[in-house]
T-cell receptor, first 116, second 114 residues
Framework: DAGVTQSPTHLIKTRGQQVTLRCSPK?????VSWYQQALGQGPQFIFQ???????QRGNFPDRFSGHQFPNYSSELNVNALLLGDSALYLC???????????????FGPGTRLLVL | SQQGEEDPQALSIQEGENATMNCSYK?????LQWYRQNSGRGLVHLIL?????REKHSGRLRVTLDTSKKSSSLLITASRAADTASYFC??????????????FGQGTILTVHP
């Protein structure tokens, strides 16, 4: 049973470029959340997708956008990259479908983004 | 912004000793969760405690929750070198609109010396 997977593991971009990060949730999970973790800080919630729609959003600008596909996988897109976007991007999944929500969230290994 | 604060920011102990980390938060919560992170990798879920619970155990872990003080503590007993990691508390705010959104503290860096 595969856990949450993310790709790529590392990425280097330059300011102004655009980036797409990918996440496959744990088998049986239907909800995906994205978090940004700056060095030495705790993760910060970016947004959450369920039933292919953005359900909640944290305090992040519109440069951050996402998508969820019918197979529950998700993408995080960041446009017009800034130096401050350098961080570890984490994806988490859980299920809130049939049987009711399960509270434990499972995290992927993350994608480390460096913006130069 | 972060939900709360963790104390201490860093903790250094010897193998076999107990480690206690504290977490404070600001709003009413549905539940509080503790996670471990090794060397900037993904987060591993350790334990979840609901707002109507006061104490939970899982192996060498003991978590307490005091909703009147908006605080929680994580105790790791008989620590091992492999417990060296960053530990984060995360809360899910009370109220249906915030379900599933985890708000993390700054974390405690635990170092266990062999």
């Amino acid at each position: 049973d595969a856990g949450v997977t993310q790709s790529p593991t590392h990425l280097i971009k330059t300011r102004g470029q655009q980036v797409t990060l990918r996440c496959s949730p744990k088998s049986g999970h239907d909800t995906v959340s994205w978090y940004q973790q700056a060095l030495g800080q705790g993760p910060q919630f970016i947004f959450q997708y369920y039933e292919e729609e953005e359900r909640q959003r944290g305090n992040f600008p519109d440069r951050f956008s996402g998508h969820q596909f019918p197979n529950y996988s998700s993408e995080l897109n960041v446009n017009a990259l800034l130096l401050g976007d350098s961080a570890l991007y984490l994806c988490a999944s859980y299920t809130q479908g049939a049987g009711g929500p399960k509270e434990t969230q499972y995290f992927g290994p993350g994608t480390r983004l460096l913006v130069l | 912004s972060q939900q709360g604060e963790e104390d201490p920011q860093a903790l250094s102990i010897q193998e076999g000793e107990n480690a206690t980390m504290n977490c404070s938060y600001k709003t009413s919560i549905n539940n509080l969760q503790w996670y471990r992170q090794n060397s900037g990798r993904g987060l591993v879920h350790l334990i979840l405690i609901r707002s109507n619970e006061r104490e939970k155990h899982s192996g060498r872990l003991r978590v307490t929750l005091d909703t009147s003080k908006k605080s929680s503590s994580l105790l790791i007993t008989a620590s091992r070198a492999a417990d060296t990691a960053s530990y984060f508390c995360a809360t899910v705010r009370a109220g249906g609109t915030s379900y599933g959104k985890l708000t993390f503290g700054q974390g405690t860096i635990l170092t266990v010396h062999p």
